[in-house]
């Protein structure tokens, strides 16, 4: 069944744009990445549920855009495995099977641990002072403190979720971030969709210690501990297994 659009236009900072077809290649690009944050956004607060169909005219009615960066965008994300395409035409949000999440795990547990070694030897290597980052984490920790006490969880996915890339952002390696930008999307549905039980909101703080103590192996350790703790938990969430 198609997505019937809601009231929620311009929650995400959209603003009417250009209706027609004729937008210039600099202005499409950023109007498509744009509109590929918002609907990224309704996907993991689940306002475009799983196994809805989003119909491009809809999305552009909603956003308040034209067609043509919303279409872009949807491309975008069936790229990043967060729509899929129909048989015959459109897109659908993508369900996550037990199969799809036992494949993001073996992705990112390898990223995440070398993520966290590559960061803390770049604050051990860098002079007094010098060294940029680690207050990011630091602020995104007690973000996610926070919004665990408000029993917000919108706000907790999205501190969670700014502390791992607040981490590969500090490892100073651009391959990585591009590779994880990849599973940025499908991770922060994960984390939307699952528990997050307090010892692991105090991984976290491990993981920071080390890193900013900048020893690399102990980083590295309480990465993979807290990444194989969170598949369990998401395996057992979503589908009653471990």
């Given at each position: 069944?198609?997505y019937?659009a809601?009231?929620?236009a311009?929650?995400?900072?959209t603003r009417?744009?250009?209706r027609?077809?004729?937008v ?8 498509s990445a744009r ?40 491309r ?45 030897r770049?604050?051990?290597?860098a ?21 665990a ?5 919108a ?10 890339e607040?981490?590969v ?26 528990e997050?039980?307090?010892h ?7 993981m ?35």
């Amino acid at each position: 069944m198609a997505y019937v659009a809601g009231s929620s236009a311009g929650r995400d900072g959209t603003r009417p744009g250009p209706r027609g077809e004729d937008v210039p290649p600099a202005e499409r690009t950023s109007l498509s990445a744009r509109a590929r944050d918002a609907v990224r956004q309704r996907i993991v607060d689940r306002r475009y549920p799983q196994g809805a169909r989003l119909v491009e005219r809809e999305v552009a009615e909603e956003l308040r855009m034209s067609r043509v960066p919303v279409r872009e965008a949807l491309r975008a994300l069936v790229g990043e495995g967060l729509l899929e395409l129909l048989p015959h035409s459109g897109v659908r949000v993508r369900r996550l099977e037990r199969a799809d999440v036992e494949h993001l795990y073996e992705v990112w547990e390898p990223l995440a641990v070398q993520a966290s070694r590559l960061a803390a030897r770049r604050v051990a290597r860098a002079a007094p002072g010098e060294l940029p980052g680690t207050a990011a984490l630091r602020i995104s920790l007690d973000r996610a403190e926070q919004a665990a006490r408000a029993d917000e969880g919108a706000r907790e996915v999205a501190a969670h979720t700014a502390f791992h890339e607040d981490i590969v952002a500090l490892s100073g390696n651009p391959m990585l971030a591009r590779t994880m930008e990849q599973l940025s999307g499908q991770l922060q549905l994960l984390f939307g969709m699952r528990e997050e039980p307090e010892h692991m909101r105090a991984q976290h703080a491990v993981m920071f210690r080390y890193i900013a103590a900048g020893d690399e192996e102990s980083a590295a350790a309480s990465t993979l501990l807290h990444v194989r703790d969170s598949r369990t938990v998401a395996l057992r969430s979503l589908f009653d297994d471990a």
